[in-house]
């Protein structure tokens, strides 16, 4: 399966992901989130961030379900989802992962037809990997 390519930016992501927190850098000078991570503020150009803890919930932005997969690790798997989810606390922070059945379940544990634009989602681990994953919001 994949592993994350970690830079130095990025690097406190993954390890907040492989403990099971999720948090997103932050300028520390406006306050605005920002995604992927990088040294720069985009909106006032500080250099000084944060890594914040968000509540892990957001929306089903986009997915894609890929027909036949793209890689061949994953052919064994398909059909699976991959889906781009918007953050509740920061709808310009956009995150991609799979939609599982619980933190650690296959990629195709949920079947294809059950991924829905606007669903709510919530963040999980795969405790063996340290990939984000997403689990569907119960009410």
Do not use: K, T
């Not at 398909?78 to 995150?95: D, G, M, Q, S």
């Not at 992962?97 to 544990?109: D, I, Q, R």
Request: aromatic residues 10%; proline residues 13%; glycine residues 8%.
């Amino acid at each position: 399966m994949l592993s994350p390519v970690i830079d130095p930016e990025g690097a406190p992501f993954w390890q907040y992901a492989a403990e099971g927190e999720l948090r997103v850098q932050a300028c520390a000078g406006c306050g605005e989130f920002r995604f992927p991570p990088r040294p720069c503020c985009p909106h006032c150009r500080s250099f000084d961030a944060e890594w914040r803890p968000v509540s892990g919930r957001g929306r089903v932005w986009s997915y894609v379900v890929p027909h036949p997969p793209l890689l061949p690790d994953y052919a064994a798997l398909a059909p699976y989802n991959v889906i781009v989810v918007e953050l509740e606390e920061a709808p310009r922070v956009r995150l991609v992962g799979n939609l599982v059945a619980e933190a650690g379940a296959a990629v195709n544990s949920l079947p294809a037809d059950r991924v829905r634009i606007g669903a709510r989602v919530r963040f999980v681990c795969d405790p063996a990997s340290g990939l984000p994953q997403w689990v569907p919001e119960r009410s």
